[in-house]
């Protein structure tokens, strides 16, 4: 009996702890279950389903990547809302950073009669004072904003080669603006006429480095014309042009082709301009042109929205009222017609009009001298007539032989006025003012005289007023077309340069201040000679090493390109060329003869003989160039070119270092990014030797 009861005590004690020990594995059970679920709802709904929730007794451990530590901070937070916070484990991880994205470097340059200014960003390591020299050498007297920015990061590839394409783009476009980056380079431009607009397109696509996209948009202004004036006519069966203007390229072909179905033969030129009096401008011309046709001859004029049609004097008037009527008819809104069947016309031309009508005529020797015949209204109308001659053409050089006749038609004096104005065209000629037409005849060497003259006559005249412009274009008076000869050009040039050096500063090509008036001399020439393709050629003496040598002759060449550009002289057709120590014209062993060799001169380029037309011998020279005129010694006082101060004979031996390629090279046009490491090694070598 008291076994049993030993027995029972215990056995008691351990039922109710294995009880114990069930309810508390019950109760964690549900504790975790429930923390788990209540934390994981609360996370879902607000949007952190990326959250794994697992608990182990009254732990709660959180997992999972964050995508942000924003992120990770709130999970944290809303689960502390769920379970006290010290129950949390945060074994959660954030979306490592991505890297950063190197930024896009651009450039953008502005180029204007102001100067050059750049914005944007660029490489760190790109040179910057080497690219602000090259800048600085393409605007010369102007101004340079720098306006750029730079970046710690890899140069992305082509960089460099777009960045010294657009520089050289540049150099040839004085109103541009450049955008630049590692793909593309957009130049947007004006020029000065379309031939130009051709070549600088021609020459900027074959100039482009590979891999690099260009986007050209290169505009010729067109000329304001005012009044907007077409005058055609058919006189003794054949069709002309005195003036023509367009406004699109598909209403001057309009034009032309009326034209030629009327009898005009050749090429005929038709300025396209702005100022068109309306749309349908080319519609109205072809018409009228038509309306000549058909009368067999006589004179159409536009000016502006007025036309004058003038017929034949043998038209019957019948056919003259039925033409007149029908292009009326047909022309469009806004023009009016004035169509006039003359009286015939006697041109006596000596100003006396005894068998005719009165007339005034005044001629032009070649040698600009003024005759001023025939009959004038008054004494006021003679010394208006006189006095503007004069003005015109010189006081020394106008005869006045006039006379009065109070009978002469109103307006006279205007129309004797406008007759002077349109004489002073021609280069030798006549014009004969009558009271129902005013003649101009004669030779010049303005190809727009026949042109403008006939605009004048119809705006000055007024409507359905005659006039007849006969005159013939000789090139041999025109200034532009008889100057100088590409010899005459080159020869010119360096004979100035023969006479004063270009000088630089010692081992430089820094042009000195004293070489202005050269520089000056040198464009007074180019004002004659822009179409000729010269090279400038820069020459140094054989002290120093032959690569540097080369390099100081290049961009002294260079930097006289530039200062012809900077007083705005075209540049299309010349190019700098450095030929180092080659073709010394003296002695380098002396002082004398090493100043001698340090040159620039000008070469005129010759185009190259095809092989099949040459007959036999050498090839032609690698640079393709002739000397033309003098040679001339053109650099000035150096104490010697690139590499003079390591040589061992000259008194600047014990200078402390000898400057770098890239010093000596503030506008060349080569590439001189790997010049700051290269130089410094380079000039240490030439100093142990």
Known sequence: ??????????????????????????????????????????????GHEWVEVETDGLQVFLSGIAPSEGDRFRALSIAGTRVDAGRLIDQMDVVAAAAITPPRFSVEILRNDAGISLIGLIPAETDRPALMRRIRGIAGDTNVTDLLETADYPVPSRWNEALEFAIDALAILPRSKISVDAQRVAITAI??????????????????????????????????????????????????????SAHTEQGREMILAAAAVAGMEGQASCTLGLGVPSPEWPQAVARGIEAVD?????????????????????????????????????????????????????????????????????????????????????????????????????????????????????????RVLVALEVLGYLDNGAVVVQPEVVDLRGKT???????????????????????????????????????PSPEECVGSINAILAETKITFAPSSSDIDAAAREVIDAIVDVM???????????????????????????????????NALLARRVLTENLVAHGYGEADPIADNGTEEGREANRRIEFHLIVPEEPEDEAEGGEAPAEDETALGGETQAATGEDA??????????????????????????????????????????????????
């Open 527 to 561: 004002e004659d000679c822009t179409d000729v393709p010269m090279e400038i050629a820069g020459y140094t003496d054989s002290q120093g090493r032959e690569s540097m040598n080369q390099a100081l002759s290049q961009s002294r060449a260079q930097a006289v390109l």
């Open 191 to 244: 020029s000065d006429s379309a031939v130009q607009k051709r070549r600088w397109e021609t020459d900027l696509a074959g100039d482009k480095p590979g891999g690099l996209a260009l986007a050209l948009d290169i505009s010729a202004p067109r000329p304001v014309i005012t009044p907007f004036t077409l005058r055609f006519l058919i006189e003794e069966g054949a069709a002309r042009f005195d003036a023509c």
């Open 640 to 689: 010697g070119d690139a590499a003079e101060d390591a040589s061992g004979d000259d008194p600047a031996e014990d200078a402390p270092e000898e400057p770098t390629e890239e010093a000596a090279d503030p506008a060349a046009v080569e590439d001189t990014a790997d010049a700051p490491s290269d130089a410094p090694t380079d000039t240490q070598e030439d100093e142990t030797q």
């Open 445 to 483: 060497g303005d190809p727009e005289a026949s042109a403008a003259a006939s605009r004048i006559l119809s705006e000055r005249l007024g409507e359905a007023q005659d006039f007849r412009v006969n005159v013939e274009y000789v090139e041999t008076l025109d200034p532009e077309a008889a100057g």
């Open 294 to 414: 058909t009368l067999g001859g006589g004179s159409l004029t536009f000016s502006d929205a007025d036309i004058t049609l003038i017929a034949p004097d043998t038209t019957p008037q019948e056919v003259f009222d039925k033409i007149a009527a029908e292009l009326e008819a047909d022309l469009p809104e806004l023009f009016s017609l004035h169509a006039v069947l003359p009286e015939p016309v006697k041109i006596d031309g000596t100003g006396e009009g005894e068998d005719g009508p009165p007339e005034f005529v005044a001629t032009r020797s070649p040698e600009g001298l003024v005759q001023l015949r025939g009959r004038l209204s008054d004494e006021a109308q003679r010394a208006a007539a006189e006095s503007y001659a004069r003005a015109r053409f010189g006081v020394d050089n106008v005869y006045a032989a006039t006379r009065l006749d109070e009978e002469l038609p109103r307006g006279w004096s205007r």
């Open 1 to 46: 009996m008291r076994l049993s009861r030993f027995i029972l005590a215990p056995g008691l004690f351990l039922l109710a702890a294995l009880i114990s020990v069930l309810a508390a594995w019950i109760s964690i059970g549900v504790i975790e279950r429930v923390s788990q679920e209540v934390v994981e709802d609360a996370l879902v709904l607000q």
